[in-house]
Structures are given as structure tokens and as C-alpha cells.
């Protein structure tokens, strides 16, 4: 009979078992070449590798860095964390299904990347407050991988607003990144408002964390004097 080149000619035909694949082996002092299986815990989420022995056992588990023999069938998964969503899985180099099978025939390399919500989206100070305005300023720092669909900001006067709640005010529903503002108006003179700002891809919202600013009272006209001219 014909074997791999993974294999060496044992003149008996013994049948070895390592407790993941069954193979046949050629030569008693060379014995099998085994594959290891490299891959590294992605932000974001999680890859696992399990295979099934010959005794029928599933979800048998394969660390990193762990060795199988040629031709050992193994199961690829990878799951993301809650706010993120996987967007690439190879392995060795190829696209890959999440929770398919792949037949060992070389050393393995596995990998995966996870998108996000958008990521560093901060307050900067507000400007050019009167009594009745003021400019909020924001930042996004990256939008997770996905397109951003909707960023701007929230206020109240409500301190510890939660997120979402108090006056929705939008700035842009396109793809951006980077410095961004909104002149808010018909404020009230004298009072303390709170602000979040915002910015919404296909995972989710992510919200910066509360700043506050304070409108200038208001300004009342100089007094003035009647005079009697009669």
C-alpha cells in the first residue's frame, strides 16, 4: 500500500493510535511527524480549537502551541465578546468559517480579528458659552471598524444622566473620525448643564463620559431717568 510523506514504512503495518488520529506508520524508528497549532487570544473575543478522538469523544481541546498528527480533523470556533463582532478567521493564512472543520496537513496557524463599538469617544471643553448658547465639542477616536452611522451629543440637567437619556442633539450620520461640534441654543440663563457625547456603528453606541458647563446669567439693561423738561 501507498502512505503520506509524513509517514515511514514499518515492513509489519502496525496500526498506531496518539489519541487523536489513527495512522499508519513505516518505519519504528522514525516514526510520525506531528503539526503544531499556533494562535493567539484576539481583543475582543476568543478562539478555540477542539478535535474528536477515536474513541468518539467530541470538544476534545487543542491549546496553543499543541501538536496533532497529519490528517487530524479539527474544529476552528471563534466567538466574540459582548460589543464586538468577528470580521476576519484564517487559518493559515485562508478565510475561514467560524465553527468548521479543517484538516491538519502542516503546522497551523490561526487567527482572528474582532470590530467594536467606536472606540476613544471623549468631551472636549465647551467654548463660546453666553447665556442662551454654547459650542460642545467632541472627539471620535476610531469607529470600531464599522461605519459610523450616527454620532453627536446629549445633554441634561440631570446630573449622572444615564446614557441615551436627557436631549438628543446630532451632529452627522456619515463614516468619520476625529474633532467634532455643535452650537447648542435657547438655553436658560444661569443654569448647569450636563453632556455626553456620542458616536453609533452597526454593534452599538458607544458614549463618552459626562463633562458639564455652566450658561452666564442673565444681563439686565442700565437703569434710566426721566427727565422733566416742562
Sequence with gaps: YSVSSDYTLIPTGVNNTDGCCTYYATSASTGLTNYTVTYSQPTGGSISVTYTNPSGQTGQNVSSGGSVVPTCIITVTATANSGYALNTLTVNGGAFTSGNTYVVRSNTTISATFNSKPTGVTLSATSSITNTQATLNGNI???????ITDYG???STTNGFNDGEGTKTQVGTNNTTGAFSKILSGLNAGTTYYIKAYATNSIGTTYSTQGSFE??????SAPFTLNDTS
Excluded: D, K, Q
Excluded at 450658561?215 to 439686565?220: E, K, Q
Design 153 to 155: 451629543f446629549y445633554y
Design 215 to 220: 450658561t452666564s446669567a442673565a444681563t439686565c
Design 141 to 147: 477616536g476610531t469607529n470600531g471598524g464599522l461605519n
